[in-house]
């Protein structure tokens, strides 16, 4: 394999960062308005959203598909921009919603994500809603990839860029007590 110069530069490095922010705000904003909707006093943090009352179970499961729907819409949107205008900004899109919901599913055995309560209600273990969105997500980046020419210096710069985001708003979220 060739290690040629890649496509994105630091312009791109920055609007990843802010993708990544905004990914987490916008996925756990649409938990808060989905618990709020349905008339219960929602609590958000950098990384999480809860109700401080219970739930029914129809309603926490609505609550739980919301971010990840939202999630799964900025990342078709991305693709969209991806392939009718070979855009940036769109792979950075894709690309965050993938991240953030493949490393989800990877936390799954230590804190379920959202997919994982999801399938789990509906009988299908754990493991079944996680691993299908993180697999067609992963579809999604490949494409785009394929589409934009992108070098392994550019999926490198990808999983640096996401890796820190994550970690400072899992990190920073903690610290913040949420």
């Not at 693709?79 to 993938?98: C, E, H, N, P, W």
């Amino acid at each position: 394999m060739e290690f040629r110069k890649g496509v994105f530069g630091w312009s791109y490095v920055a609007v990843l960062f802010l993708v990544g922010l905004a990914t987490f705000a916008v996925h756990e904003f649409a938990h808060w308005l989905a618990g709020t909707a349905l008339g219960y006093p929602m609590v958000i943090t950098p990384n999480q959203v809860w109700s401080r009352t219970p739930m029914e179970a129809a309603h926490a499961m609505w609550v739980d598909a919301a971010g990840p729907l939202v999630t799964c819409v900025q990342a078709a949107v991305g693709l969209v921009l991806v392939r009718g205008r070979r855009s940036q900004f769109g792979f950075a899109l894709l690309y965050m919603a993938f991240f953030m919901r493949l490393l989800a599913a990877a936390l799954t055995p230590f804190n379920p994500n959202d997919e994982a309560r999801i399938s789990a209600a509906f009988g299908l273990g754990p493991w079944s809603l996680p691993v299908l969105v993180a697999a067609v997500l992963f579809g999604c980046v490949f494409v785009a990839s394929r589409r934009l020419k992108l070098t392994f210096r550019d999926q490198l710069v990808s999983y640096l860029v996401a890796s820190v985001v994550v970690s400072l708003v899992v990190f920073g979220s903690r610290a913040m007590g949420g």
